[in-house]
């Protein structure tokens, strides 16, 4: 099981994503936590989520805009 991972202060240059958080099926990641960080030149700007649960975001742009 992996929980409670936290990262903040993350500045990210031409990337084809930005976040992308992928837990296992049978035992989820929980509790991630991104803040105060910058993503720029990113292809595909959304968030890919799955199999993660109490995923927090703050302070964080790609492109230029909040996610």
């Known amino acids: 099981m992996i929980r409670d ?12 994503f930005a976040l992308k958080i992928s837990g296992a099926e049978e035992s989820p990641l929980t509790g991630f936590r991104l803040a105060d960080s910058t993503f720029t030149k990113i292809d595909a700007p959304a968030p890919q989520i799955s ?8 302070n964080v742009t790609v492109n230029g805009r909040p996610i």
């Open 5 to 16: 991972i936290g990262l903040s202060d993350i500045h990210l240059d031409d990337s084809p």
């Open 51 to 58: 199999n993660a649960r109490d995923v927090t975001i703050s």
